[in-house]
């Protein structure tokens, strides 16, 4: 029995309804890749709530934006934060110059909330064990040596206090140390079922605490060495980084770790570290180029650069910040990869018609749409109604209309949810002068409530004026990209060609049905190209696949005529 494919490859759609923001946050990484996030309570426990309007004015609308795209039938989407070049990671005030500064604590990424992070450091012991015999100036068999490790600072108590040393070998049973305990044998050797003379490890539980937040690390080692290390164990928190500086110290004897760090006697039982010094930066020291970002290498981008990194955003936004080099550069973004869309704002103070094609000028690109005025919603940090900017929510009102129609749906005539005003109320023959140029007004309508009033991209070429066209394409090249990689490095011939024939008409047939393509039949609809028409020998001799698509998109009602005429009786 033998098994080959020789049918079409079942082929899905690629998604386009996956969000993209940039903006300002209380908290959160700044450099790395974007943070997946599926609801208001995710993005407020990964970025913190809202900012202040008096330290951030237009700079401080992410977390509303989010909040609206949800609000609007969003379901998931990718966060970058952006701080300003003054903001400050909060961290713990030790004296350098003392014992206790052996371990340096700092909050995760900037910002004042790391100043409401408190640490809390209790002693601890990973392992025990009685002495069953002294074998050596400093070498004892012991019941068990596992968890005794070279370096571990460990303590004797043969009942009349605790004798502090250090691990120097540990195995078979056998442990060295790095001086020999005080006493004679039986001072030490104890093999009773329930031993009062015992050799423990010392170590240190940590507790971090932030808001509701909590993290609790056990047992952790200032041992350099051990798989325990206080630096290897907290590498994993969300809220702290913590680096070890005891080595750089010299040799401080055989000082257990709680004793390092908190410079009291275990006996005290607990130590509280506090950090301070965190800060949010200001508005003014913000530049085009943090939201812009850098390209350090993979892990290592920052603002739009870092959704290099990210192959799942189709629609992305920069809410509230209008900056024509900041805007110009989401645009740019978009049209090198080719798979994503640019939803934009408009300044809050241009509302006249000619203010608003002054900005809308700016561009021309079918990656990109334009949407104004701002929204009236109500601020849960105030207490009061406030404008935000329309990105957020027209790209949760994309996601819907994806979900419940179709990306070939145009994503208009659409109820913009938890708006109860507009910054500006635009009449018809504004909305006649702006929607030919390019600008999607967001209009209010008796009995309708607040809607979307507008389908146009910011290009001047009018096959691709309509945003639904241009995401429908991009969700055609993704699907057939992405359902199509099982053809790279084939055999180029004709029944490769017949299967990658098959395999895409089928999934153009399914699109076709579900009325995303004009036409009363398949043949109608598209065309599919591939063979000996479409490549040349010199194509295939360098590896070359090449397949001719064509598609017939439709086209939304954006315009709609009543023609009347008199009809008179006849006899």
């Not at 990484?29 to 943070?35: A, D, N, S, Y």
């Not at 068999?141 to 040393?165: E, L, M, P, T």
């Not at 892990?299 to 959704?307: D, E, H, L, P, V």
């Not at 009995?447 to 945003?467: C, D, E, F, M, P």
Request: proline share 4%; glycine share 8%.
């Amino acid at each position: 029995m033998e098994e080959f494919d020789s049918g079409a490859q079942p082929l899905e759609g690629a998604s386009t309804s996956t969000a993209g923001f940039i903006g300002l946050a209380q908290r959160g990484e700044v450099e790395g890749v974007p943070l997946l996030i599926t609801s208001v309570a995710d993005f407020h426990r990964n970025f913190g709530s809202y900012l202040s309007e008096n330290a951030f004015g237009d700079y401080r609308f992410l977390s509303y934006a989010v909040e609206h795209f949800f609000l609007n039938g969003g379901s998931r989407c990718y966060v970058m934060r952006v701080a300003p070049s003054d903001a400050k990671k909060a961290h713990n005030q030790t004296e350098a110059n003392t014992e206790a500064a052996v371990l340096n604590i700092t909050a995760k990424n900037p910002g004042a909330w790391g100043n409401q992070v408190r640490v809390a450091v209790v002693p601890a012991s990973k392992a025990k064990t009685q002495v069953y015999e002294v074998v050596g100036a400093s070498s004892y068999r012991v019941k068990s040596n596992a968890g005794f490790n070279v370096g571990d600072i460990v303590a004797f108590d043969g009942g009349s206090g605790k004798q502090y040393n250090r691990v120097v070998s540990s195995q078979d049973n056998i442990v060295e140390l790095a001086s020999p305990i005080d006493g004679e044998a039986e001072d030490i050797v104890d093999s009773n079922l329930l031993p009062a003379k015992v050799l423990t490890t010392s170590e240190f539980t940590m507790h971090v605490f932030y808001g509701d937040e909590a993290e609790t690390y056990e047992r952790l080692s200032l041992n350099v060495l051990a798989a325990n290390h206080v630096a290897k164990m907290l590498s994993r928190s969300n809220i702290v980084i913590v680096s070890d500086t005891s080595g750089s110290a010299g040799d401080l004897g055989f000082v257990p770790p709680f004793e390092l760090i908190s410079g009291l006697k275990e006996e005290a039982g607990k130590f509280q570290i506090a950090l301070s010094a965190g800060s949010d930066g200001s508005a003014s020291s913000l530049a085009a180029s943090d939201f812009i970002g850098v390209d350090r290498g993979p892990g290592k981008r920052t603002g739009i650069q870092s959704f290099i990194d990210n192959d799942v955003v189709s629609i992305m936004s920069v809410p509230g910040v209008t900056d024509p080099n900041v805007q110009l550069s989401l645009v740019a973004h978009c049209e090198n990869l080719s798979s994503r869309f640019a939803v934009l704002d408009v300044p809050r103070e241009k509302t006249k018609v000619a203010d608003v094609m002054t900005h809308r000028n700016i561009f021309d690109s079918n990656y990109a749409a334009i949407y104004n005025p701002w929204l009236q919603v109500f601020d849960p940090l105030d207490k009061r109604n406030i404008f935000i900017p329309p990105s957020g929510s027209v790209m949760g009102i994309y996601s819907r209309s994806d979900q419940t129609r179709g990306v070939h749906k145009a994503p208009a005539n659409e109820v913009v949810r938890g708006a109860v005003g507009l910054d500006c109320q635009y009449n018809k023959g504004e909305q006649d002068i702006l929607n030919p140029k390019g600008v999607n007004l967001i209009r209010s309508f008796p009995g309708q409530g607040i809607r979307v009033w507008g389908a146009r991209t910011a290009s001047s070429n009018g096959l691709w004026k309509y945003v639904n066209v241009r995401r429908l394409f991009i969700f055609l090249e993704e699907s057939i990209k992405n359902g199509t990689s099982w053809v790279v490095f084939e055999p180029n011939d004709e029944q490769l060609w017949a299967r990658v024939q098959r395999t895409i008409d089928a999934f153009l047939t399914r699109v076709w049905r579900d009325g995303a393509l004009m036409g009363a039949s398949p043949a109608e609809a598209f065309y599919i190209n591939i063979g000996r028409s479409t490549m040349t020998q010199d194509d295939i001799d360098n590896g070359r696949l090449i397949c001719v698509i064509g598609v017939a998109p439709v086209k939304p009602a954006e315009f709609v005529i009543f023609r009347f005429t008199q009809k008179t009786r006849e006899e």
